[in-house]
């Protein structure tokens, strides 16, 4: 069996509401002040809670919809615009050589939150892939999320 110590996970399962917990941020932003970096009209732009990589950001349409096509031309165009800001912003933080951009729209396509549209914006390095993500399914992040945060919000606004 394997185990992997992860305290800083209680508060999240112990807060959560078992409703949509991207409609929850913004009912209760203070719940997520640590991982809020920037809101917009339509949309709004969150660290993951549970990162791929250092820096993996999530662009979220403030409506709850599960698919592009529901959004507003507005809404849609609103969300590429933060993504592609978000790429130019961990470029500057991070130094990827390269990015995961997308959506899983619905289950069936891996969408952990399937009831919620946002697009994923995921920082990569050649080799972050390494023994231990592919043999032992866990993947080592060498920044906390709060100074994640920290530096991605402070780019965000020299941008």
Known sequence: MKRLWAPWRMKYIQS??????????QKH???????????????FVILNLYPYTSGHLLVVANRHFATLEDLQAEE????????TK???????????????LGANIGKAAGA?????????VVPRWGGDANF?????ETRVLPE????TCRRVRLAWGEE
């Open 76 to 83: 849609r165009a609103e969300m590429m615009e933060l993504a």
């Open 29 to 43: 932003p203070e719940q997520a002040q640590e991982l809020m970096v920037f809101r917009a009209q339509h949309a």
């Open 112 to 120: 952990g939150i399937a009831g919620h549209v946002h697009l994923h």
């Open 86 to 100: 978000a790429m130019r912003v961990l470029r500057q933080v991070y130094r990827p050589e390269a990015f995961n």
């Open 16 to 25: 959560h509401s078992h409703g949509c917990v991207f409609c929850d941020v």
């Open 144 to 147: 906390e999320l709060a100074e």
């Open 132 to 136: 231990l993500s592919t043999v032992a």
